[in-house]
């Protein structure tokens, strides 16, 4: 790391007297972006990384729209709704807009869409995101009858999200293996090339219709590289192969302020940073069943000084599994763990454990910070074993409770609401490696009470509980330090989301 480091810096010192290397502008309107993970899957169902979200906002809509800076709901899709009751919502839906395939858009296609992700038998990978949808009817051509299973709240900040609608003649044709391979939406972008696991072409849709509040600007295409290899990806920034470049390490954000050609920008955003504990009764390790141990994790690591020193400003400390400006979230009443190295030393002693503990960890970004953890660990006697994955392969060893310790975040999909955040790790979903039936009841009764307050009080006891018994370590909130062109005009949201419609080049 330390001679990457000092390569960069002989870098930027180059760069920096290249200024010949900046231009005006792209005289194609084209961005090109790097981003350090494939996703899984275009289709949004089949995905659980923020590439996939990114290219989903733009290829595909949703019935509603969240400006990201008033939290004002509009139509996107839809052109109107009506809350009929508790459980019932019904949508008028707009007209003459067609798919990239030309396919004609209307209640078919939102009806299909919605029945076929709520059907578990399908295995939509974001679950979370549709469970609470029992069915949707057709009630003529452009209105639509969208009924939940319980009392959900929450229901127009999910659809106003990850809830993207599809054409159903082409998904009931190709499917999710289709739809990755082909992908088709409304979106103001369509995909043009697809070069499985490393590119992904985006160009601009001529018949995006006028009314979207996704008002699109003037670029015409965007071309997405993956580049997992952080060093390659700053060797492109600083050679102009790409334009484009987000979450990049503090230190080497830093250090690119300098280069005359490129900006930094950087910000808090919805994404959380954590660590699950395996916890549950057939754990792959029996020592993580101890609350000490447990406790005794959380107390060895500084988070404070990680914060300051490697993650970077726009982070703040959490003390519980949700961020703080989500409806529900709250750390009144929890116990935070100050950094007490020698009081972590005392209770994995009382644990047993006075002469070390060996556990697995697995991560799959962020890997400074991982490895700053380690290092926390190791110095009150735990030896950590790092496995840095990709994402898929990490999730998969935590669903087959492979997982002992993992080192992850979660960006909730950008949806404002608790829902989204704890009861995804917490509410025996997939991801759950606790299991505590008490806060799975809470978080179920905050996800289905329709008065406020209430729903407040119960995501309050759960996020206190899962505190006071210690099955997570709460890091922090991560901001995202984006490197661009210079020339690129763009504004970074909290919700993660570069709006390439929006950009413009100067």
């Known amino acids: 790391m330390k001679k990457f480091i000092f390569g960069l810096a ?29 996703p899984e899957s275009v289709d949004p169902y089949f995905n659980n990384v923020r590439i996939g979200v990114i290219i989903g906002q733009h290829v595909w809509d949703t019935l509603i729209y969240r400006n990201p800076e008033t939290g004002e709901y509009k ?10 009751d508790d459980r019932t919502i019904e949508f008028d839906l707009q007209h003459g807009i067609k798919f990239h395939n030309g396919e004609e858009f209307d209640a078919d296609d939102v009806v299909y869409t919605l029945n076929y992700v709520a059907d578990p038998k399908h295995g939509v990978t974001t679950q979370q995101n549709v469970a609470w949808i029992e069915k949707a009817e057709k009630i003529d051509k452009y209105k639509v009858r969208l009924t939940t299973k319980e009392v959900f709240p929450a229901a127009i900040e999910y659809l106003s999200g990850p809830v993207v609608i599809h054409p159903n003649e082409y998904y009931e044709k190709v499917g999710p293996e289709g739809m990755n391979a082909k992908p088709v939406g409304t979106g103001p972008f369509r995909v043009t090339e697809y070069d499985v696991g490393k590119s992904i072409t985006l160009e601009k849709n001529p018949d995006y219709f006028a009314d979207s509040p996704k ?17 390659t990806q700053m060797a492109e920034v600083l050679s102009d192969g790409v334009d484009f470049i987000m979450y990049v390490p503090k230190d080497q954000a830093e250090q690119l302020e ?34 000490r141990v447990r ?149 179920k009764k905050g996800d289905t009470t329709m008065l406020p307050e209430d729903r407040k009080a119960a995501y309050h006891d759960a996020l206190k509980l899962i505190a006071e018994h210690a099955y997570a370590v709460p890091l922090y909130s991560l901001p995202v330090y984006y490197v661009a062109t210079a020339d690129l005009n763009f504004k970074a949201y909290p919700d993660e989301m570069p709006r390439f419609w929006e950009m413009t080049w100067k």
């Not at 139509?75 to 009929?84: D, I, T």
């Not at 670029?219 to 993956?226: A, G, H, T």
């Not at 790790?425 to 759950?432: H, N, P, Q, T």
Request: some cysteine.
């Open 10 to 38: 002989a870098a930027v010192t180059l760069a920096a007297f290249n200024i010949g290397g900046a231009f005006a502008g792209k005289p194609d309107n084209s961005i090109r972006f790097a981003y350090d993970q494939a």
């Open 75 to 84: 139509g996107e899709l839809a052109s109107a709704w009506q809350q009929v």
């Open 215 to 231: 008002k699109q600007g003037p670029i015409e295409k965007i071309v997405i590289r993956f580049i997992p290899d952080r060093q």
């Open 258 to 291: 300098a280069v005359p050609n490129l900006q930094v920008v950087s910000g808090e955003t919805m994404r959380i940073a954590f660590m699950q504990m395996n916890s549950q009764e057939n754990t792959p390790s029996k020592a993580l069943k101890d609350e």
């Open 295 to 443: 406790k005794a994790i959380i107390y060895a690591i500084d988070r404070e000084t990680m914060v300051k020193e490697i993650v970077g400003a726009g982070s703040r400390v959490l003390n519980t599994i949700c961020f703080p400006k989500q409806f529900g979230c709250t750390d009144e009443g929890a116990p935070g763990y100050e950094y007490n190295p020698d009081k972590a030393k005392a209770l994995l002693a009382e644990a047993g454990y006075a002469n070390g503990l060996e556990l697995d960890l697995v991560a799959y970004r962020e890997r400074n910070q991982t490895e700053a953890i380690i290092g926390y660990l190791k110095a009150v006697g735990i030896n950590a074993n790092l496995q840095f994955l990709q994402y898929a392969a990490m999730r998969d060893l935590i669903r087959s409770n492979k997982a002992m310790l993992t080192h992850q975040t979660w960006g909730s999909f950008s949806v404002n609401d608790v829902s989204a955040a704890t009861p995804v790790y917490f509410g025996y979903e997939k991801d759950d490696i606790s299991r505590d039936s008490e806060v799975r009841d809470l978080l």
